[in-house]
């Protein structure tokens, strides 16, 4: 009976030491206060996390600024169709910053064939186009999200040909007694917890409303489910770690659904959300067929997933520009530097054919 006991108690030791290890962050904590004291509103960093988040979210250096005098880039090249309002300095500048942000090894044959620059034989040359006009639908029509820091390709690429942080809707069984919704399997966008694994498609895809708290308590009727409930959970916990925030950064603690008392940021949450539904609806869902045409990208390569399991374009969410930080880089302006992407054209993308 002792030796059962000792053997429990060690068991019951260990279990209580790995729940510890994973599901507390190790210390020091830090807590800044932002609201009314007492109450816990306060945002909770992590020095020694926040350091290795910061490392991470540093700005390559702006070049020179190009001349703006001379030709237009659209009267000396060919088939230039969203940049040609820049001057060739300009053109050739803000290519040369496109290669680094996003196909550094690659380098201008990712987009072109070397051959014959003007041609758009190359899928990525015509997914780039899309791309810069989504850049200036953000810096131009979200400035209630970004404000004048504003973004640039390599906000979200970072060097890579595809964003490290996408998504794409989950392909769920449909077996058994009770369809599925991706519950209690741990996800990391859920924080690895026993919400749903894929947020995403109800909000920064389709447009529910987010809406799961009573007005008041012990409410007569609430028309929200316990599968909504879990589904904002879940969207709030991915945009907790994708910005590296608690709670409270947005909510007040009294109240979460109340928006008179809440922190500002909230309100920059709120144009975020519906800012990376429209990015997902206009620009990112409207290219699936030429990542269909090229799932695992450029022939030359680099090789890589570009759609979802279930076929569906990768798409954005909060995570892929902010990357643990609050604000994408911590709040450097981006958009400053590269004047050029003041200048894209927001009309409508032809084949080369067509000149």
Same mark, same amino acid.
């Given at each position: 009976?002792r030796?059962?006991?000792?053997v429990?108690l060690?068991?019951?030791?260990?279990?209580?030491?790995?729940?510890i290890?994973?599901?507390?962050?190790?210390?020091p904590?830090?807590?800044?206060?932002i609201?009314y004291?007492g109450?816990a509103?306060?945002?909770v960093?992590n020095?020694?996390t926040?350091a290795?988040?910061?490392?991470?979210?540093?700005?390559p250096?702006?070049p020179?600024?190009?001349?703006?005098?001379?030709p237009?880039?659209?009267?000396t090249f060919e088939?230039?169709?969203?940049l040609g309002?820049?001057?060739v300095a300009q053109f050739?500048?803000?290519?040369?910053a %496109?290669?680094?942000?996003?196909?550094?090894?690659?380098g &201008? #044959?990712y +987009? =072109? !064939?070397p051959?014959?620059?003007?041609?758009? $034989?190359?899928?990525?040359?015509?997914?780039?186009?899309?791309?810069l006009?989504m850049?200036?639908?953000?810096?131009?029509?979200?400035?209630a999200?970004?404000?004048?820091?504003g973004?640039t390709c390599?906000?979200?690429?970072?060097?890579?040909?595809?964003?490290a942080?996408?998504?794409a809707?989950?392909?769920?069984?449909?077996?058994?007694?009770?369809a599925?919704?991706g519950q209690?399997?741990?996800?990391?966008v859920?924080n690895d917890?026993?919400l749903?694994?894929?947020?995403?498609?109800?909000f920064?895809?389709?447009a529910n409303?987010i809406r799961?708290?009573?007005?008041?308590?012990?409410?007569g009727r609430?028309?929200a489910?316990?599968?909504?409930a879990?589904?904002?959970?879940?969207?709030? %916990?991915s945009?907790?770690e994708g910005?590296?925030?608690? &709670? #409270?950064? +947005? =909510? !007040?603690?009294?109240?979460?659904?109340?928006? $008179?008392?809440?922190p500002?940021?909230r309100?920059t949450?709120?144009?975020g959300?519906?800012?990376?539904r429209d990015?997902?609806?206009?620009y990112?869902?409207?290219?699936q067929?030429?990542?269909a045409?090229?799932?695992r990208g450029?022939?030359?390569g680099?090789?890589?997933?570009?759609?979802g399991?279930?076929?569906d374009?990768?798409?954005?969410?909060?995570?892929?520009c902010?990357?643990?930080?609050?604000?994408?880089f911590?709040?450097?302006?981006?958009?400053?530097?590269?004047p050029?992407l003041?200048?894209?054209s927001?009309?409508?993308a032809r084949a080369?054919?067509?000149?």
């Amino acid at each position: 009976m002792r030796f059962s006991t000792q053997v429990l108690l060690g068991l019951a030791a260990l279990v209580c030491t790995v729940v510890i290890v994973l599901t507390f962050e190790r210390p020091p904590v830090r807590t800044t206060q932002i609201g009314y004291r007492g109450v816990a509103m306060e945002d909770v960093a992590n020095p020694r996390t926040l350091a290795v988040r910061v490392a991470a979210n540093r700005l390559p250096a702006v070049p020179e600024a190009a001349d703006t005098d001379g030709p237009k880039a659209s009267e000396t090249f060919e088939n230039v169709q969203v940049l040609g309002e820049l001057s060739v300095a300009q053109f050739g500048r803000i290519m040369q910053a %496109m290669t680094e942000w996003i196909a550094p090894a690659q380098g &201008c #044959t990712y +987009c =072109h !064939n070397p051959e014959n620059m003007a041609s758009d $034989e190359i899928y990525t040359k015509v997914v780039s186009r899309r791309m810069l006009q989504m850049t200036r639908r953000i810096n131009t029509d979200w400035t209630a999200h970004v404000g004048q820091v504003g973004v640039t390709c390599y906000t979200c690429h970072r060097g890579q040909p595809v964003p490290a942080e996408v998504w794409a809707t989950a392909v769920l069984p449909h077996s058994g007694l009770q369809a599925q919704r991706g519950q209690n399997h741990p996800a990391p966008v859920a924080n690895d917890s026993s919400l749903p694994g894929d947020p995403f498609t109800p909000f920064l895809l389709q447009a529910n409303e987010i809406r799961v708290i009573s007005n008041s308590s012990l409410p007569g009727r609430n028309p929200a489910n316990v599968m909504q409930a879990e589904w904002t959970y879940s969207l709030m %916990m991915s945009m907790s770690e994708g910005l590296g925030v608690n &709670c #409270t950064h +947005c =909510h !007040n603690s009294r109240s979460f659904g109340n928006w $008179e008392t809440s922190p500002p940021a909230r309100l920059t949450a709120w144009h975020g959300i519906r800012m990376v539904r429209d990015l997902n609806t206009a620009y990112i869902t409207p290219l699936q067929p030429l990542w269909a045409a090229n799932p695992r990208g450029p022939a030359d390569g680099p090789h890589g997933a570009r759609l979802g399991p279930g076929g569906d374009a990768l798409k954005i969410n909060c995570a892929t520009c902010h990357q643990g930080a609050n604000r994408p880089f911590y709040g450097a302006p981006m958009l400053e530097g590269y004047p050029e992407l003041r200048l894209i054209s927001a009309g409508p993308a032809r084949a080369a054919s067509a000149e």
